[in-house]
Nanobody, 125 residues
Framework: VQLQASGGGLVQAGGSLRLSCAVSGLSSRTYSTAWFRQIPGKEREFVAV????????IFADSVKGRFALSRDSAKNTVYLQMNSLKPKDTAVYYC???????????????????WGQGTQVTVSS
């Protein structure tokens, strides 16, 4: 199983970016996909998750209303659309996946078996 995260970059505050997480080795709709982010020196923070059904998503309060998730089953790819970006959104963003994720545990790194390599997002003020 491999996860390939991409789409990061440098953007001004208020701008938008779309991150992609391409998954190989897992059949579409058999896994849930989450995004986490990490600032140097801090723990990885949960951002959002889309459950394997594709119909249920959960967002961290810090990004709710600004970020959105979508999935292209044909491409086995999940997208994190980030709008109204703020400097505090600056971090390395990681995508993660797992066949089984319990609702109460979506925020935990240990809930996800597979991880991508991370993509840097930098928001300038």
């Amino acid at each position: 199983v491999q996860l390939q995260a991409s789409g990061g970059g440098l953007v001004q505050a208020g701008g938008s970016l779309r991150l992609s997480c391409a998954v190989s080795g897992l059949s579409s709709r058999t896994y849930s996909t989450a995004w986490f982010r990490q600032i140097p020196g801090k723990e990885r923070e949960f951002v959002a998750v889309v459950f394997r059904s594709g119909s249920t998503t959960i967002f961290a309060d810090s990004v709710k209303g600004r970020f959105a998730l979508s999935r292209d089953s044909a491409k086995n790819t999940v997208y994190l659309q980030m709008n109204s970006l703020k400097p505090k959104d600056t971090a390395v963003y990681y995508c993660a996946a797992s066949e089984r994720v319990i609702l109460s545990s979506v925020y935990r790194e240990s809930s996800y078996h597979y991880w991508g390599q991370g993509t840097q997002v930098t928001v300038s003020s």
